[in-house]
């Protein structure tokens, strides 16, 4: 792959790619968790959101497990700073299968937070999917499903793009 610098960064994704990655990460949460009649997907505010609508609607097409969708509300740039916020009654989760989805894992901070917020529920299974993981941890965590690894200075960020064109850039 070749990157494509643009006026916003160095496209590291571009729509199409998005689109088979993301149909790629629903058949895996799929596959590993087919046996379930439930699964419940949390978006972290904003981008994660937007990632979560997309593996619903995939998930929801390969499965007649009943897909519930939800948002977890987080700082993210202070994720200590402020409470957790789930528009989900917290004891639907018990037993679940829970999929908690973000947009970019940089340093681990935030999904850290709102795993240790979300395990509280006794979940079946709590796992965590993002579309890119630039390696920059400072926590002791891991997506369990990436859609692209990316190795990255400390100096640089992923931006993502979900909307009529779906992009990620490198800035």
Same mark, same amino acid.
């Given at each position: 792959?070749?990157?494509?610098?643009?006026?916003?960064?160095?496209?590291?994704?571009?729509?199409?790619?998005?689109?088979?990655?993301?149909?790629?990460?629903?058949?895996?949460?799929?596959?590993?968790?087919? +046996?379930?009649?439930?699964?419940?997907?949390?978006? $972290? @505010?904003?981008?994660?959101?937007? !990632? =979560?609508?997309?593996?619903? %609607?995939?998930?929801?097409?390969?499965?007649?497990?009943?897909?519930?969708?939800?948002?977890?509300?987080?700082?993210?740039?202070?994720?200590?700073?402020?409470?957790?916020?789930?528009?989900?009654?917290?004891?639907?989760?018990?037993?679940?299968?829970?999929?908690?989805?973000?947009?970019?894992?940089?340093?681990?901070? +935030?999904?850290?937070?709102?795993?240790?917020?979300? $395990? @509280?529920?006794?979940?079946?299974? !709590? =796992?965590?999917?993002?579309? %890119?993981?630039?390696?920059?941890?400072?926590?002791?965590?891991?997506?369990?499903?990436?859609?692209?690894?990316?190795?990255?200075?400390?100096?640089?960020?992923?931006?993502?793009?979900?909307?009529?064109?779906?992009?990620?850039?490198?800035?």
């Amino acid at each position: 792959m070749t990157p494509i610098k643009t006026k916003k960064g160095t496209e590291v994704l571009g729509h199409g790619r998005i689109q088979t990655i993301v149909e790629r990460l629903a058949h895996e949460i799929y596959e590993h968790h087919h +046996t379930a009649d439930e699964f419940i997907l949390i978006g $972290i @505010t904003g981008r994660g959101t937007d !990632l =979560r609508q997309r593996l619903g %609607v995939i998930l929801s097409s390969l499965t007649k497990a009943k897909i519930r969708t939800g948002e977890c509300y987080v700082n993210k740039l202070k994720p200590m700073s402020e409470a957790i916020r789930l528009d989900l009654p917290l004891e639907d989760l018990k037993g679940k299968v829970v999929i908690l989805v973000d947009d970019v894992l940089n340093s681990g901070r +935030t999904l850290v937070h709102a795993m240790g917020y979300l $395990i @509280t529920a006794d979940p079946a299974f !709590l =796992r965590t999917v993002v579309l %890119v993981d630039r390696i920059h941890r400072n926590f002791p965590i891991r997506a369990d499903y990436v859609g692209l690894s990316l190795s990255t200075t400390i100096q640089e960020r992923v931006e993502v793009e979900f909307g009529k064109e779906d992009y990620a850039y490198l800035v």
